[in-house]
């Protein structure tokens, strides 16, 4: 009876796990996970995630595999969450991974494109490894997946490479368990996968045994290359020959807008850049996105970033580069393959096409590009990696939310434009798109648009998108007639976005600083204190509005918008050096009229207004170049001295946060010669010390100490760290993004959460 007690029945669990758990190797890692342990059963990929079936007579094993799954997983899997039922025991032995079953609704999530691993890089290095040198080397833990893939399950017929046929060798790898090629989707080797070619700048194939060899050469030569990557085409040169870089710049019309660079390795990166370690740590992890770093004295042209203190900076994340820096070269300029303005180039002919009189030739190959992807643009703020451009190595990675819910479906806004689909408790933000008034823009927004819903078979049950009238992702939203249809207002959505990204509901006060947004009373908003949360939002305070002559074009001329904030402030146009030589008749006419200079309470219009006065920038040549310049100016300095603040009451609960003494002392430093370092550092202090004045009100009349920050203008690092700082000191909860960015490319999330409280019935808008 004793021995009869011993024998433990058998148990068998089922679980459904969803994440990205396809094409990042975790079928055969609970292969060897469910062999070590002696169980039945089987793992398979389905479109609702990844099912497991295990079985053993030792309970607690069991209990040990379920907590090793999460434990465990392999370095690029993301579980989000993991469903467990018993089931009752089958007879049968042993574990087997079977084929992937299509059932229907769509539950897991499409893995990002990842950097070479260090396995893949030293088998690319190795003299004696068949794949030594082949630029197109990957395994399941590294190498193309969004990029290539057009539905899921994540199987090779559903992608790009579905047109190359394994080779024997590779297939016994793609079908071994064991092998860490187990299941790559785009597992392939000289003899049966993608190849380089070479064309001239016509087009026209050239004929040479080794096409990486002649761009190498070319490079060196002062050439500009176009290479064929991974979500799209670069522009390159050599970082370090000023004349290649300054032809690049003229052939791309691109005045004066930084370029990124890519290094050979963290200690290229470290000789031209200060390096911390959280930098460090981004630089060399499996998502490889570009780090804004700070510039050391090391001497590089000048035209790579003018009138910038950092360096956007890479390293080799595929193959090909990693064997481009493995030469002779150890910098080079690597910029999305563009004209001004365009989205990145994914096709050959589109490449040879759209970059004529750009490129001197191309470095191409026959894996096709199913869908653009930008490279990832982050910066260390406040202690911590965040996002200015969301793209590869991140998107479609799913940003976690605070709860369950129905599918929503938002269209963001019209510049540095995302899509957002809402999935159960996840957010599947896309790429970045760009701004929507660029033609090709609009159609890779509507490619991606149909993309995400397709992929995912999610059917939205609203559709959410911005209350501008004139963005074209708000007139995209009002034809799709099938779907009802919200219009959140942007920084009511900026707002939601930074909650979401913080995984909270809670009612916070949010400050809302960018360029401008269309407000609920029909005039442009841009620098706003709103209490409340996705639900429901109270306007509790706003900039000064002033008068923008000319409209949306004075944004391209600082000065004009310089004259704007300097008739409000004094009633007519003060003779300051910047005004010399300019004709200001018809802009001090449409001001004394009121005649197409529309109201705006801009905080960025406002640094716009502070780079005209100073004289420091009369024109821009890329969106945020003004305020950009005066942060530098500042030369890191946020402390000491503040021109004048007010705060005038707009009713018994509302603040107007006055800008006319701050403009009047500005331009009385410029009359006085004061240096524009001075100038610069404090107008930072003065905007810092204000938003601190007007947050301790909000706190005071809200009792909510949590403070949200959103808006572009929070990209500013010399203002978010000593606002941050100030806040922090003072016992305060910030909330700051970190997953998404803080500019237009975070409103789609932020919609869509709206949306969703809109659906539960919980929607009470902006007032």
């Known amino acids: 009876m004793d021995r009869m007690a011993e024998v433990k029945t058998e148990k068998r669990v089922r679980l459904f796990v969803n994440g990205v758990v396809q094409g990042v190797g975790f079928r055969p890692f609970v292969y060897r996970l469910a062999k070590e342990e002696g169980f039945s059963g089987f793992v398979r990929n389905t479109s609702s995630g990844v099912c497991i079936e295990v079985q053993s007579g030792d309970h607690e094993k069991l209990g040990l595999f379920m907590e090793e799954l999460h434990d465990k997983a392999p370095p690029l899997a993301r579980i989000s969450s993991c469903e467990i039922e018993e089931i009752p025991p089958e007879t049968g032995h042993g574990f087997c991974i079977v084929s992937s079953d299509d059932d229907g609704m769509v539950q897991t999530m499409v893995s990002p494109d990842f950097a070479v691993c260090g396995d893949c890089k030293s088998e690319l290095l190795d003299v004696a490894d068949r794949r030594f040198g082949y630029p197109f080397i990957n395994c399941t833990n590294c190498g193309p997946r969004y990029t290539i893939v057009e539905k899921i399950p994540y199987d090779r017929p559903h992608t790009s490479m579905k047109q190359f046929k394994m080779c024997d060798r590779c297939q016994a790898e793609y079908d071994?368990?064991?092998?860490?090629?187990?299941?790559?989707?785009?597992?392939?080797?000289?003899?049966?996968?993608?190849?380089?070619?070479?064309?001239?700048?016509?087009?026209?194939?050239?004929h040479c045994p080794d096409p990486l060899g002649y761009a190498l050469d070319m490079l060196l030569g002062g050439g500009i290359v176009a290479l064929k990557g991974i979500g799209g085409y670069h522009l390159a040169v050599d970082a370090c020959?000023?004349?290649?870089?300054?032809?690049?710049?003229?052939?791309?019309?691109?005045?004066?807008?930084p370029f990124a660079l890519m290094a050979k390795d963290i200690e290229t990166a470290e000789r031209f850049c200060l390096v911390n370690e959280e930098e460090r740590l981004a630089l060399l992890s499996p998502e490889a996105p570009v780090v804004l770093l700070r510039k050391k004295g090391e001497d590089l042209p000048d035209e790579i970033a003018p009138g910038n203190d950092r360096l956007g900076i890479m390293l080799p994340y595929t193959p090909l580069h990693v064997l481009m820096m493995e030469r002779e070269l150890s910098l080079l300029v690597m910029t999305s393959a563009n004209s001004s303005d365009e989205p990145i180039v994914i096709d050959d002919e589109e490449a040879v096409e759209r970059l004529e009189g750009i490129a001197d030739g191309y470095l191409v190959h026959n894996r096709p590009i199913y869908l653009r992807c930008d490279d990832s643009v982050t910066i260390h703020m406040s202690g911590k990696l965040r996002q200015i451009r969301r793209g590869r190595g991140y998107a479609p990675a799913p940003v976690r939310l605070f709860s369950d819910g129905p599918p929503v479906f938002a269209a963001g806004a019209e510049i540095k434009n995302t899509v957002c689909l809402l999935k159960g408790s996840d957010a599947i933000l896309s790429q970045h798109i760009g701004d929507l008034k660029n033609y090709e823009a609009y159609s890779h927004f509507r490619k991606v648009a149909g993309h995400l819903q397709h992929i995912f078979r999610i059917s939205p049950e609203l559709l959410v998108c911005d209350m501008h009238p004139a963005?074209?992702?708000?007139?995209?939203?009002?034809?799709?007639?099938?779907?009802?249809?919200?219009?959140?207002?942007?920084?009511?959505?900026?707002?939601?976005?930074c909650l979401a990204d913080n995984l909270s509901q809670d009612p916070a006060v949010g400050v809302v600083l960018d360029g401008t947004g269309y407000g609920i009373d029909g005039t442009s908003w841009g620098g706003e204190v709103l209490i409340g949360n996705a639900a429901e939002a109270f306007r509790f305070a706003w900039f000064e509005p002033v008068r923008l002559p000319g409209g949306d074009a004075a944004v391209r001329y600082p000065w004009r918008v310089a004259a704007g904030y300097l008739?409000?402030?004094?009633?007519?146009?003060?003779?300051?050096?910047f005004l010399d030589k300019k004709d200001v008749s018809g802009i001090l006419q449409i001001l004394e009229k009121g005649v197409n200079s529309p109201l705006t309470s801009s905080c960025g219009r406002l640094f716009d207004a502070v780079a005209g006065i100073t004289g420091l920038r009369d024109e821009i040549t890329y969106e945020g170049q003004a305020p950009i310049e005066l942060m530098h100016a500042a030369s890191g300095a946020c402390d000491g001295e503040s021109y004048s603040r007010e705060m005038i009451p707009a009713d018994s609960d509302r603040w107007i946060l006055s800008v006319a003494p701050l403009i009047r002392d500005v331009a009385a430093d410029v009359r006085a010669g004061t240096d524009i370092s001075v100038i610069s550092g404090k107008f930072h202090v003065t905007i810092v010390s204000l938003l601190y004045d007007v947050i301790k009100k909000a706190v005071a009349y809200s009792g909510i100490r949590r403070v949200a920050l959103s808006g572009g203008v929070f990209q500013n690092v010399l203002l978010f760290e000593a606002l941050v700082a100030r806040l922090e000191k003072e016992g305060y909860t910030v909330l700051a993004h970190v997953q998404v960015p803080c500019n237009d490319g975070g409103i789609s999330l932020g919609q869509a959460v709206i949306g969703r409280e809109y659906l539960k019935g919980n929607y009470k808008g902006i007032v």
């Open 176 to 206: 071994d368990p064991m092998d860490r090629r187990f299941h790559a989707q785009p597992n392939a080797c000289p003899d049966c996968g993608p190849a380089l070619r070479m064309l001239d700048r016509h087009g026209g194939t050239v």
């Open 241 to 257: 020959d000023e004349r290649a870089v300054r032809r690049l710049r003229k052939r791309k019309r691109r005045e004066e807008k």
């Open 471 to 497: 963005y074209l992702s708000t007139r995209w939203a009002l034809e799709q007639k099938e779907l009802p249809l919200l219009q959140a207002q942007h920084h009511h959505a900026h707002l939601a976005s």
């Open 567 to 577: 008739y409000h402030s004094f009633g007519t146009l003060q003779e300051l050096p």
